[in-house]
């Protein structure tokens, strides 16, 4: 009977798991004040961590201009910047919000800087590692590489686990607030764009 009783909590617990929605999280927009995921539901959402000192920096510009092109049939992109790859997002969240503003005219919505790995990881980081792992680095390219190159020195199995692995890796979620994809920095924008497309269908 023990073990029944024990069986059943931990299937409970389990459920609770795998109910829990992006809409229960909350995060701090650009002045620290809360806000709940929930005031997106019905929205198809696109949520990156991001760096203004990156070799995929770039990447702004294309976000924008896909931002520019689905806003009105629903799309959002989120954007956490994120210090913790080769700190390559100094400076206070005005500074970020100033940069992004002044060098890619970006309008989605900035939030508060955030760890993606580690002890304080953002617990919405930690939601989405749960559902979608690590897609691997495009070896074609050669930011990609060079990338698959430095961690497998570090760790010969780094590919092997779910954690942020750089600066504007992309998660997409449904209207439904279900998590669809997860795509490395070094994914083409094209497929992103391509993705984005069908969610909003």
Same mark, same amino acid.
């Given at each position: 009977?023990?073990? #029944?009783a024990? =069986?059943?909590?931990?299937?409970t617990?389990?459920?609770?798991?795998?109910?829990?929605? #992006? !809409?229960?999280?909350?995060? $701090?927009?650009?002045?620290?004040?809360?806000?709940?995921?929930?005031? !997106?539901?019905?929205?198809?959402?696109?949520?990156?961590?991001?760096?203004?000192? +990156?070799?995929?920096?770039?990447?702004?510009? &294309?976000?924008?201009? #896909?931002?520019?092109?689905?806003?009105?049939?629903?799309? &959002? #992109?989120?954007d956490?910047? +994120?210090?913790?790859?080769?700190?390559?997002?100094?400076?206070?969240?005005?500074?970020?919000?100033?940069? +992004?503003?002044? $060098?890619?005219?970006?309008?989605?919505?900035?939030?508060?800087?955030?760890?993606?790995n580690?002890?304080?990881q953002?617990?919405?980081f930690?939601?989405?590692k749960?559902?979608?792992? =690590?897609?691997?680095?495009?070896?074609?390219?050669?930011?990609?590489?060079?990338l698959?190159?430095m961690?497998?020195? $570090?760790?010969?199995?780094?590919?092997k686990?779910?954690?942020?692995?750089? $600066?504007?890796?992309?998660?997409?979620?449904?209207?439904?607030?279900?998590?669809?994809?997860?795509?490395?920095?070094?994914?083409?924008?094209?497929?992103? &764009?391509?993705?984005?497309?069908?969610?909003?269908?």
């Amino acid at each position: 009977m023990k073990k #029944i009783a024990l =069986f059943l909590v931990a299937a409970t617990m389990m459920m609770g798991v795998s109910a829990q929605s #992006i !809409y229960d999280f909350e995060v $701090n927009d650009v002045a620290g004040k809360p806000v709940s995921l929930s005031e !997106y539901k019905g929205k198809v959402l696109l949520i990156v961590n991001t760096a203004t000192e +990156c070799g995929f920096t770039p990447q702004y510009k &294309e976000l924008e201009s #896909i931002y520019e092109r689905y806003r009105e049939k629903g799309l &959002e #992109i989120l954007d956490f910047p +994120c210090n913790q790859f080769g700190g390559q997002a100094p400076g206070t969240i005005q500074e970020i919000q100033e940069f +992004c503003s002044a $060098n890619f005219d970006v309008h989605f919505p900035l939030f508060d800087k955030v760890d993606v790995n580690g002890d304080d990881q953002s617990p919405l980081f930690k939601f989405f590692k749960s559902k979608k792992g =690590f897609e691997g680095f495009d070896l074609n390219d050669r930011l990609g590489k060079a990338l698959d190159n430095m961690m497998r020195k $570090n760790d010969p199995a780094y590919d092997k686990n779910p954690d942020i692995k750089w $600066n504007f890796t992309k998660f997409l979620v449904s209207r439904e607030g279900k998590v669809l994809k997860r795509f490395e920095p070094t994914a083409d924008m094209k497929d992103v &764009e391509s993705a984005i497309k069908e969610a909003l269908q």
